[in-house]
């Protein structure tokens, strides 16, 4: 997980004060992210084909269009954000690289639910176009009956022997890239991860309406 950006997490405690994390609302949540020094700290971690004005209008309109994401715990929206910025990939449905996904894991100190950057199958696609390190990538879906594991850690590995049944109920999502150096890596999301992306995914073509 990233560790809070110390300039970011500063400015925090100073628009606070003495107030604690959780009375924060959707508007000062805005505020914050639009502060010069989290432009300031953006732009140091952007490659050079995005702007840090872009990604603090991106990640405000993120918080109008899901309101809930406001109501997260402020430092993990900052952090998916900044997150964001390090891989040079715009968080929404729009291009659909990564999606801000408010989570039912409440922070410790707020109380508050975090928000977890997921990375989408286009981002994927388009880190390995720039890496250039990516043989190839693929993309599978899992069904209810298939036989599917993974793990995490120092020694990570994902095993799916898929069923009969092509008709049954999707559970999860996966997109695996080999490495040219004989490497792998791997993204999982679970279906309350990919149903979040799709109510996000509506209501942002609502609000265009």
Do not use: W
């Amino acid at each position: 997980m990233t560790k809070q950006p110390p300039i970011a997490k500063a400015d925090l405690q100073k628009t606070q004060g003495n107030r604690a994390p959780a009375a924060v609302k959707n508007s000062d949540v805005i505020s914050f992210i639009n502060q010069p020094s989290m432009k300031e700290q953006l732009a140091a971690a952007l490659p050079r084909h995005m702007t840090a004005e872009r990604m603090i209008r991106i990640a405000t309109t993120e918080i109008r269009k899901v309101p809930a994401l406001g109501n997260c715990d402020t430092m993990s929206f900052v952090s998916a954000i900044v997150q964001c910025s390090q891989l040079g990939l715009e968080p929404g449905s729009a291009l659909g690289h990564a999606y801000l996904l408010p989570f039912g894991n409440k922070n410790e100190k707020s109380g508050k639910k975090n928000v977890q950057l997921i990375i989408g199958y286009r981002g994927m696609i388009d880190l390995a176009r720039r890496s250039g390190q990516i043989a190839s990538l693929s993309a599978r879906v899992v069904r209810e009956g298939d036989e599917f594991s993974f793990e995490f850690g120092l020694d990570e590995k994902l095993i799916h022997r898929p069923g009969e049944n092509e008709d049954a109920p999707v559970t999860h999502v996966y997109a695996v890239a080999r490495l040219k150096d004989g490497g792998t890596q791997f993204e999982v999301m679970t279906r309350k991860q990919i149903e979040l992306v799709r109510s996000l995914s509506k209501a942002g073509n609502t609000g265009r309406g």
